[in-house]
Nanobody, 115 residues
Framework: QVQLVESGGGLVRPGGSLRLSCVTY????????WAWYRQAPGKQRELVAI???????NYGDFVKGRFSISRDKARNTVWLQMSSLEPEDSAVYYC?????????WGQGTQVTVSS
């Protein structure tokens, strides 16, 4: 059974930084993409960052160079480095992996940006 476990969320002041981690337990065959999504109260879940097996990456328009996604295949881990955080970045952040036409989600980690 596959399990994605996120960590690294918390309370941070505006302008601060956080690094989210997502560790995969179990095996995902033919993984194609690794991504971070977020969902704020009353809003739809939105894509934050995505990286493909090819190494290509894409980010939501709101990222504006502030975040960086990376992964380590050997450690089964994907990270989201976030800097210059704004109150509007407050949300639950979810890790997502797509493999073999299946979608895997973590339980989410809360990020709160507030002074």
């Amino acid at each position: 059974q596959v399990q994605l476990v996120e960590s690294g969320g918390g309370l941070v002041r505006p302008g601060g930084s956080l690094r989210l981690s997502c560790v995969t337990y179990g095996t995902i065959f033919n993984a194609d993409t690794w991504a971070w999504y977020r969902q704020a109260p009353g809003k739809q879940r939105e894509l934050v960052a995505i990286t493909a097996a090819s190494g290509s990456t894409n980010y939501g328009d709101f990222v504006k160079g502030r975040f960086s996604i990376s992964r380590d295949k050997a450690r089964n881990t994907v990270w989201l480095q976030m800097s210059s955080l704004e109150p509007e970045d407050s949300a639950v952040y979810y890790c997502n992996i797509v493999g073999g036409s299946r979608y895997y989600w973590g339980q989410g980690t809360q990020v709160t940006v507030s002074s």
